[in-house]
């Protein structure tokens, strides 16, 4: 019974304050969707939600991390997903091919080539202990290519941020989406095939530990692995928070620029499902001169398309009234951490420039606005500094 399944998840410990529904960013849009409503809903008729109901909800996690009772809001929307996969599928974006992507990714017998965006100025290194973890970001390029961003800066950026803090990474050269998305919507099957290729191709590597830039990529490799294999033969790190700790110790040195104001959106698998919230922050204040928005760390609003579900009027509302909240900060550029949060941004502010001028305003990736930061020293660097690297160990 589905009652049962969810059990698990802390259902029973709801007291019915309200709070997931006054977090909850579905809410705000939809006065008979609350994160309480399906506890109810579940609990009362032990019965399959509406697909409205399943696939409505973004898992940003907002309810989750600030319910008192320590609910899993999130988990048991993806627990409900996974009984009902075969029974109601998701409205998906840009006619369904990340998801193709991905299916063709589970195949062992093809290898797609996913470096080929690496530079001569690039410092990697094959025998290196260290992987780089790229995912589906050089994908963006393509399917956003009338956005003008160029989404390989973000993997560049993060080789020549890891090369200015001494280490040199290895990047396969044919490389699986991490699954993020189809874990989400509760596709395990799909899910464990890529998931088993990538610990395949990680565990051939020799890494002992994998660097993701991408949040999503993070919290997957991180949290969902071990719930399916168990404990990892590798370390999972976040660049993003190694950047903000290697600032704050001085390894990481970047210039300020003093006309540059920002602001920081947090990406929901950022803030929310690893709690990674000051690392970003100590990165802006070291560059530029950082303005916070009122929705912040756990209370930040999700960018509205998660794995690439329900991409709609609704939510270009929500993102357009994203970027509202940044500019009335003051702040000139909006910087995020996750790719996948540029470009729904970006694609919101691109249809709307077609007719209001007055939403043109920078938004930029950290590692890529960073990486610009470095001194030429930084960057020029030839050789790895190994004190560096044991201060980050």
Known sequence: MIRDKIEEYGIRQCIDCGKCSWACPVSHRQNDFSPRTVVEHLLLYDEHLSSREMWDCVTCGTCSALCNSRVKFHEIMRTIRKLSVERASPMMTHGDTFDLIARL????????????????????????????????????????????????????????????????????????????????????????????????????????????????????????????????????????????????????????????????????????????????????????????????????????????????????????????????TGAGTLVTACPKCLAHLSCAQYEKNNYDESYRFDIVDIHVLAASRMSSNERGKAELQDSKREKLN
């Open 105 to 328: 990714s589970s195949k062992p017998y093809l290898h797609p080539k996913t470096s080929s965006w690496l530079t001569s100025d690039l410092r990697i290194s094959k025998n290196s202990k260290v992987l780089l973890f790229v995912g589906c970001t050089p994908y963006l390029n393509i399917i956003f290519k009338h956005l003008n961003i160029d989404f390989l800066q973000i993997p560049r950026a993060a080789v020549k941020l890891l090369n200015a803090m001494g280490i040199e990474p290895n990047v396969l050269e044919s490389e699986r989406c991490c699954g993020h998305d189809q874990y989400w919507l509760g596709d395990d099957e799909l899910f464990l095939q890529l998931a088993e290729l990538n610990l395949k191709a990680i565990g051939s590597s020799g890494a002992e530990e994998v660097i993701a830039f991408c949040p999503e990529c993070y919290s997957t490799l991180k949290f969902v692995y071990p719930q399916f294999f168990g404990p990892l033969d590798f370390e999972v790190k976040n660049l993003t928070a190694m950047m903000g700790d290697a600032v704050a110790g001085g390894i990481l040195t970047l210039k300020k620029d003093n006309t540059l104001s920002t602001t920081f959106h947090d990406p929901c698998r950022l803030a929310k499902h690893s709690n990674i919230i000051d690392e970003p922050r100590k990165i802006l204040h070291s560059i530029s001169n950082f303005f916070e928005m009122p929705r912040s760390g756990h209370t930040s609003v999700c960018c509205g398309v998660a794995s690439w579900v329900n991409c709609d009027s609704w939510t270009k509302y929500w993102q357009l009234e994203r970027i509202e909240e940044a500019r009335a």
